[in-house]
Nanobody, 124 residues
Framework: QVQLVESGGGLVQAGDSLRLSCAASGRTFSVYSVAWFRQAPGKEREFVAAISWSADNTVYADSMKGRFTISRDNAKNTAYLQMNSLKPEDTAVYYC?????????????????WGQGTQVTVSS
């Protein structure tokens, strides 16, 4: 089992930045791919970004490219999501997920472990 705890969310203004953290405990974090998903009120959960276990591959949703950066520090069992130039439409609960790579980083069903989420609210 892997336990994931997100932190770093909050209320910011449009154009601001936030860095989310995903701290892992339990089984070896470094063997898993890690992804961030988000869910806005009344909408389905959507893929944000993912990073391979070795950090040599990163994938982003088109709307986040150039604004968001995913990274990880396996020595600290932590993954990060740096979010810049935030927009009101980025308002959502952001979830961290981990799992063995199964061929498609975008699929939420491919991840075995999930955090409880952290709220990000961007005001205009």
């Amino acid at each position: 089992q892997v336990q994931l705890v997100e932190s770093g969310g909050g209320l910011v203004q449009a154009g601001d930045s936030l860095r989310l953290s995903c701290a892992a405990s339990g089984r070896t974090f470094s063997v898993y791919s890690v992804a961030w998903f988000r869910q806005a009120p009344g909408k389905e959960r959507e893929f944000v970004a993912a990073i391979s276990w070795s950090a040599d591959n990163t994938v982003y949703a088109d709307s986040m490219k150039g604004r968001f950066t995913i990274s990880r520090d396996n020595a600290k069992n932590t993954a990060y999501l740096q979010m810049n130039s935030l927009k009101p439409e980025d308002t959502a609960v952001y979830y961290c997920a981990a799992g063995h790579y199964r061929g498609n980083y975008h699929l939420s069903g491919d991840y075995d472990y999930w955090g409880q989420g952290t709220q990000v609210t961007v005001s205009s």
